[in-house]
Structure formats: structure tokens, C-alpha cells
T-cell receptor
Framework: EADIYQTPRYLVIGTGKKITLECSQT?????MYWYQQDPGMELHLIHY???????EKGDLSSESTVSRIRTEHFPLTLESARPSHTSQYLC??????????FGPGTRLTVL | KNQVEQSPQSLIILEGKNCTLQ??????????LRWYKQDTGRGPVSLTI?????NTKSNGRYTATLDADTKQSSLHITASQLSDSASYIC?????????????FGRGTQLTVWP
């Protein structure tokens, strides 16, 4: 099992709150990713990083931001949450062989 | 338009039975195709990965096939178990950029009944 962690696993908050979703991996992977997944739908890439101080936006436009100050840490922040942000957020990292290892996900509900 | 289409959308089978899930893709250029298993409320876990030159790959009771000419793949599950109940996601990589962009299918929701 991959060593990639996400916290919190579940989060219910009110509109307008600032939130940070944490993602950490202990495998030393340079490449990390954030995906958004609605029930029954495919994963959509919202952010990715090739290494420290490298971040890029993905295919799906997102109001969230990310940072990569340390190799093992790739947090995602929403400055002002809205109901439209309700979704599951999955963090992943890539090692040798290009296999993506996924974290357990954070299910976010914005009321 | 999603370039990876999976069928069926959902499937219910009895424990012990076999089943086959389908994946058709239009992604080009093609680099590799992966099948992931995603349990409810969890992140996807890789089952198999196949490159252009590989047409079959097994992982225990899971056997994936790939026909790069017709751009089709299948995942065959043998002697299903209750723990096989999950969403199975087909993912195609195009290697069209340094990112090695991944295209995700919407998954097939498999339910195994006792």
C-alpha cells in the first residue's frame, strides 16, 4: 500500500470559510497531483507539481490554489468555500514506472 | 468529450461468477493503459498497466487485455469475491507532453452479491 496521506477525510463547512486540504507522501516522489471527482464521474486534474516550488493548473478550472514548499507536502487551499466546491478531492503522486499512487481522498461538503 | 468510455456503467454479479469490463478509448498518441480499482470512499489502486506492445497482463484473479489496433481493453475478473465490489476505472496515458497526460474513464461500478 502506498504511503500517501490526506487529511481530513471528511469535512463539512459553511460558505465563505477558508479551508486547506492536506496531502503528504513519504515515498520521495517528485510529481504530485490533485484531482476532483464527483460521484459516478471521472477524475479531473485540477493541479499538479513536478517538484519543490513547481505548481501548474490542470485541465479543470478550479478556484483552489496549491503550494509545494517541501517534496513530501502538497496542500490545497480554498480561500472562500462555496457549495459548488462540494466534491471529493484526491491527491496522488508518481514514482518509478509512472504509476500514480492515490491517497484516500477528502470528501468536502460546503453548506 | 471524454476520450475514454467504459461499459457497462454498473454491473451486479453473484459471488464466484466471472465478469468482463470494457474500455474503449480514442486517446492518441497512446502510451499506456491502466486499470484501477476504487473502493467506495477510497482512492484508486492500480491493478494493471499495459504498454502498446503488451496485449495481456494478469494480477491474481484480474486479467487485462489490450487491442491497440481497435483501441479497446477489457478487464476480466475470475471467481468474483465480495471484496471485488468497487468501481473499476480505465486510465489512458498519451505521453503527449512531459506530464504524460492521463485520461480517466468514469468507471464501472461492480457489485458482487453473496
Amino acid at each position: 500500500e502506498a504511503d500517501i496521506y490526506q487529511t481530513p477525510r471528511y469535512l463539512v463547512i459553511g460558505t465563505g470559510k477558508k479551508i486547506t486540504l492536506e496531502c503528504s507522501q513519504t515515498m520521495g516522489h517528485d510529481k504530485m497531483y490533485w484531482y476532483q471527482q464527483d460521484p459516478g464521474m471521472e477524475l479531473h486534474l485540477i493541479h499538479y507539481s513536478y517538484g519543490v516550488n513547481s505548481t501548474e493548473k490542470g485541465d479543470l478550472s478550479s478556484e483552489s490554489t496549491v503550494s509545494r514548499i517541501r517534496t513530501e507536502h502538497f496542500p490545497l487551499t480554498l480561500e472562500s468555500a462555496r457549495p459548488s466546491h462540494t466534491s471529493q478531492y484526491l491527491c496522488a503522486s508518481t514514482g518509478a514506472g509512472d504509476t500514480q499512487y492515490f491517497g484516500p481522498g477528502t470528501r468536502l461538503t460546503v453548506l | 468529450k471524454n476520450q475514454v468510455e467504459q461499459s457497462p456503467q454498473s454491473l451486479i454479479i453473484l459471488e464466484g461468477k466471472n465478469c468482463t469490463l470494457q474500455c474503449n478509448y480514442t486517446v492518441s498518441p497512446f502510451s499506456n493503459l491502466r486499470w484501477y480499482k476504487q473502493d467506495t470512499g477510497r482512492g484508486p489502486v492500480s491493478l494493471t498497466i499495459m504498454t502498446f506492445s503488451e496485449n495481456t497482463k494478469s494480477n491474481g484473479r484480474y486479467t487485462a487485455t489490450l487491442d491497440a489496433d481497435t483501441k479497446q481493453s477489457s478487464l476480466h475478473i475470475t471467481a468474483s469475491q465480495l471484496s471485488d465490489s468497487a468501481s473499476y476505472i480505465c486510465v489512458v496515458s498519451d505521453r503527449g507532453s512531459t506530464l504524460g497526460r492521463l485520461y480517466f474513464g468514469r468507471g464501472t461500478q461492480l457489485t458482487v452479491w453473496p
